[in-house]
C-alpha cells in the first residue's frame, strides 16, 4: 500500500462548482501536509501548506487535515476554469532523518466554462 | 528571479548512452530532490540531498547516480540508460525538510 494515496480521476465539474479533493495516508508520523498545483507540462507548485490537523483557508482554496482519521481535503469554492490542473497531496515526517515529501498520484481536474 | 532551472528540458538518448541531468537552484536552499514523474504512478523520489556533498537514496534509486559538489547545482546522473528511464523529471528544492518545495520545469527524457 503506498503510503499517501489519492483517487487519479479525472473529475469534471462545471464553472461555479464547489471542488472536493482528498487523500488518505498511512504513517502516523507524518505532521506537514502541503497541496500543490500542476498545470500540464510544468513543474508542481505550491498551493497549501498546513501543520497538523486543522483548516486552512487561502481565497477560494481550503485545506483541511483530519490526523485522526488521516484524511486530508482541498475544496475549492467558485471554481474556475483557470482551476483546470491536477491536483497533488503531499506530506513529510518530522524528525531528524525525514527529508522525504511523499506525493499522491495526483487528481486531474477539469473546470468546464 | 531563475529559482530552480533544469538543463536540458528535452532530450532523446539511445538504450545503453550516459547522459547528466543539472538542477541549479538559486535561492540558497539546502535540500534538493530528484523525482520522476511517469503516468499513473505519480511523482517518485530518486535521490535527494540534505546539504553539499551529502546524498541518499529515495524510493527509486537504481539506475540513476546523483551528486552534490556544490550547494546550488544537484546532478543526476544515468550510466547506461534503459526505456524504463523514459520518463519527465523534476528537480526540487526546500530550505528545510518539511518546508515548501520549488520545483523546476521538468525534463522530458526518451530512452529508445
Known amino acids: 500500500q503506498k503510503e499517501v494515496e489519492q483517487d487519479p480521476g479525472p473529475l469534471s465539474v462545471p464553472e461555479g462548482a464547489i471542488v472536493s479533493l482528498n487523500c488518505t495516508y498511512s504513517?502516523?508520523?507524518?505532521?506537514?501536509f502541503m497541496w500543490y498545483r500542476q498545470y500540464s507540462r510544468k513543474g508542481p507548485e505550491l498551493l497549501m501548506y498546513t501543520y497538523s490537523s486543522g483548516n486552512k483557508e487561502d481565497g477560494r482554496f481550503t485545506a483541511q487535515v483530519d490526523k485522526s482519521s488521516k484524511y486530508i481535503s482541498l475544496f475549492i469554492r467558485d471554481s474556475q476554469p483557470s482551476d483546470s490542473a491536477t491536483y497533488l497531496c503531499?506530506?513529510?515526517?518530522?524528525?531528524?532523518?525525514?527529508?522525504?515529501?511523499?506525493f499522491g498520484k495526483g487528481t486531474k481536474l477539469s473546470v468546464i466554462p | 528571479n531563475a529559482g530552480v532551472t533544469q538543463t536540458p528540458k528535452f532530450r532523446v538518448l539511445k538504450t545503453g548512452q550516459s547522459m547528466t541531468l543539472l538542477c541549479a537552484q538559486d535561492?540558497?536552499?539546502?535540500?534538493m530532490y530528484w523525482y520522476r514523474q511517469d503516468p499513473g504512478m505519480g511523482l517518485r523520489l530518486i535521490h535527494y540531498?540534505?546539504?553539499?556533498?551529502?546524498?541518499a537514496k529515495g524510493e527509486v534509486p537504481d539506475g540513476y547516480n546523483v551528486s552534490r559538489l556544490k550547494k546550488q547545482n544537484f546532478l543526476l546522473g544515468l550510466e547506461s540508460a534503459a526505456p524504463s528511464q523514459t520518463s519527465v523529471y523534476f528537480c526540487a528544492s526546500s530550505y528545510s525538510g518539511g518546508g515548501e518545495a520549488f520545483f523546476g520545469q521538468g525534463t522530458r527524457l526518451t530512452v529508445v
Open positions: 504513517n502516523s508520523a507524518f505532521q506537514y
Open positions: 503531499a506530506t513529510v515526517a518530522s524528525g531528524a532523518g525525514s527529508y522525504q515529501l511523499t
Open positions: 535561492m540558497n536552499h539546502e535540500y
Open positions: 540531498s540534505v546539504g553539499e556533498g551529502t546524498t
